[in-house]
């Protein structure tokens, strides 16, 4: 294992300070130093907070800022953050107006979630919660009850923060990430495995002439471990999967995130992205948003993960309402 860390044990918390450093016009630490929080006194607005397992940056910190996220719960890497953390950024980011928990499908951010809200509520903070789920590959897997949240979770991030800054109530909030959920699909592959530090080495074996076709953010399995194919082919099958899922219809409008799972060139994903503009329009969808890049990755992952959202005039509204965050600015 060849990486740039000092000691195993101590990647997460080096990785928060030089975070903070860097970006210290956007976000702090909060009390503890264990969540990362918008610069700032709260304002008067409900509060969103996310988490999950570290080395999938720039989720979740990455999108703390204006439009997006007020709080992220970061745990060590791929392991979900604690309860205690969850309550301390749900306390120290909230605004008087309630706090909503967006969170990816697994069981361990799940589970501490739930048990963080029912903290906070006993202490008479108000607080609503949405599960993402929008990943295809699979139905259960060894990490997950239920499909697993991924890139889906970014783009509700984006739209209900927004909904959020425009001063929406709780409900509202709820309800435009609910939203996102029933109309965003998502499926990844991957051509390497992840080496998590605290392991040093691969998570997972895959020779070189095969790719794992619907793998997860953290290396778990998905559908078939497959021959590798050509950039058209590895599209073709991984678009159609998540367009007869919903099903995406001929005449919808999309908005794409197109995402790298952290070692993946952007030449690349860029390339996969012109094989992906030609099976939509085959198909007769509409691309009238796109994001190209790395939104939420796996460590040092090649390979990428497609999502899709169904766009109407809300939700493309709430895509453009600006946003400044680490990783994800426009508009302001």
């Not at 991924?150 to 425009?166: R, S």
């Not at 993960?305 to 453009?320: E, G, Q, V």
Request: glycine share 14%; aromatic share 6%; with cysteine.
């Amino acid at each position: 294992m060849k990486k740039l860390i000092n000691a195993a044990e101590n990647v997460v918390p080096e990785f928060l300070g030089g975070f903070v450093r860097a970006h210290g016009d956007l976000v702090r630490l909060s009390s503890s130093g264990k969540a990362l929080l918008r610069a700032g006194a709260p304002g008067p607005k409900v509060a969103l907070i996310s988490g999950g397992g570290s080395g999938h940056e720039p989720l979740h910190g990455g999108y703390v800022g204006y439009g997006m996220l007020d709080g992220a719960c970061p745990g060590e890497v791929f392991t979900s953050p604690t309860p205690d953390q969850i309550c301390e950024a749900a306390r120290e980011a909230s605004g008087g107006r309630g706090v909503l928990f967006l969170v990816k499908n697994y069981t361990g951010d799940v589970l501490n979630f739930e048990l963080a809200a029912e903290l906070l509520a006993a202490e008479g903070l108000d607080v609503a919660q949405v599960v993402m789920d929008d990943d295809v590959a699979v139905t259960n897997s060894a990490f997950t009850a239920g499909r697993r949240g991924v890139g889906g979770t970014v783009l509700a991030e984006k739209i209900a923060g927004a909904l959020a800054e425009q001063g929406g109530s709780l409900a509202d909030v709820r309800w435009a990430c609910e939203d996102v959920k029933r109309h965003v699909r998502s499926m990844g592959m991957a051509l390497t495995s992840c080496t998590v530090p605290a392991v040093g080495k691969p998570t997972f074996d895959l020779p070189e002439d095969a790719m794992e076709f619907g793998v997860g953010i953290h290396g778990e399995r998905g559908r078939q471990r497959l021959p590798l194919e050509c950039a058209a082919e590895i599209v073709a099958r991984m678009a159609s999967a998540v367009v007869d899922d919903l099903p995406f219809l001929p005449g919808d409008e999309v908005g794409v995130l197109l995402n790298g799972m952290g070692g993946t060139p952007l030449m690349e994903l860029y390339l996969v992205y012109r094989e992906l503009g030609a099976f939509l329009d085959h198909r007769g969808i509409q691309i009238g948003r796109q994001l190209v890049g790395n939104y939420i990755t796996s460590l040092d992952m090649q390979g990428f993960s497609l999502t899709l959202l169904k766009l109407d005039a809300r939700r493309k509204a709430l895509w453009d309402f600006p946003v400044h965050t680490p990783a994800l600015r426009w508009g302001r």
